[in-house]
C-alpha cells in the first residue's frame, strides 16, 4: 500500500479502526466512587437482565455489614465499577500504545468480563463458598468463579444476547471463550461443578486471545501479580463505605500504565512510585 514507515502504520490502523466504530448511545450511570460514568449499551442490556440484577441483593462485605452499618453496599455497584475500570485501562492502553493493535473487539470482551467477574457469589458472597458451602456441602469443592462462567453462559442463552454481540461486532466461540478465561483464569481443569474442560497441557494456555495480545488478561483478573481493576474497585469501595482511608490511588497507575516486553511476555507495567 506504499505505507513504509511504523509511524504511518500506526495511523492507518487508527483510521480503520475509527471508520469500523459506529456512533454508541451510552447510558450515564452516576457511581459514588468513580462519578459519572458511560457504559457501552451492551453491557447495559446485560446489567438489565434477572440473572445481573440479582446482584442487588448481595452484600459485597457479607457479614461484615452487622458491625460496619455503613458497609451496605453490594454486588451490584461493584461490579459495575469493575466493568468501568476495566474498559478505562484498555481504552488508555489502546489509545497509547496503537502498535498493541487492540480492538474494538478486545475493548469490548474486557468490558464483559469486568462487569460479569462476580455474577456467581452467592448470599453474604465470600462467607457462602468460605464457610456455608464447606460446612453443608463437603463432597462439593465450589467456586463463585465457577458459578460465575454457569450463570454468564445461562445469562447470553436465556436473554437472547448472542445476536446482540455478534451485531456489535463479537465473534463466536472465539470471544465468548475470552470472556471466560478473564474470569476464571485459563480453562485447564474440570469445573466445581463437574462441566469437562479441556485438559491440554500447552506452553499457552489461553484459547481466547494469541501471547501477543496476553496482556489482557491482567485487566479483570491478574494471574501474574494480583494487580487489577478488581481490586481497584473494591479497595475504593470498601474504604468508602467502611469510612476509612484507602491509600492506593489506581489513577495514578491509570496515568502511567505501559505494556513492556518482559523476556516472552508482554505485560502491563507501570511505575515503581
Known sequence: MGVRSLGERMDLIKCINLLWQKPIDMKVFNDPIHGHIEMHPVLVQIIDTPQFQRLRFIKQLGGTYFVFPGASHNRFEHSIG??????????????????????????????????CHDLGHGPFSH???????????????????????????????????????????????????????????????????????????????YKGRPREKGFLYEIVANKRNGIDVDKWDYFARDCHHLGIQNNFDFVRFLKFARVCQIRKMKCICTRDK
Open 82 to 115: 469493575v466493568g468501568y475500570l476495566a474498559g478505562q485501562l484498555v481504552k488508555a492502553l489502546a489509545e497509547r500504545q496503537p502498535e498493541l493493535q487492540i480492538s474494538h473487539r478486545d475493548i469490548l470482551c474486557v468490558q464483559i468480563a469486568g462487569l
Open 127 to 205: 462467607l457462602f463458598d468460605g464457610k456455608f458451602i464447606p460446612l453443608t456441602r463437603k463432597d462439593v469443592i465450589w467456586t463463585h468463579e465457577d458459578a460465575s462462567l454457569s450463570m454468564f453462559e445461562h445469562l447470553i442463552e436465556t436473554n437472547g444476547l448472542k445476536t446482540v454481540l455478534k451485531n456489535h461486532g463479537l465473534m463466536f466461540p472465539e470471544d465468548l471463550v475470552f470472556i471466560k478465561e478473564q474470569i476464571r483464569g485459563p480453562i485447564t481443569e474440570t469445573r466445581s461443578n463437574g462441566e469437562a474442560c479441556s485438559t491440554k497441557s500447552s506452553e499457552w494456555p
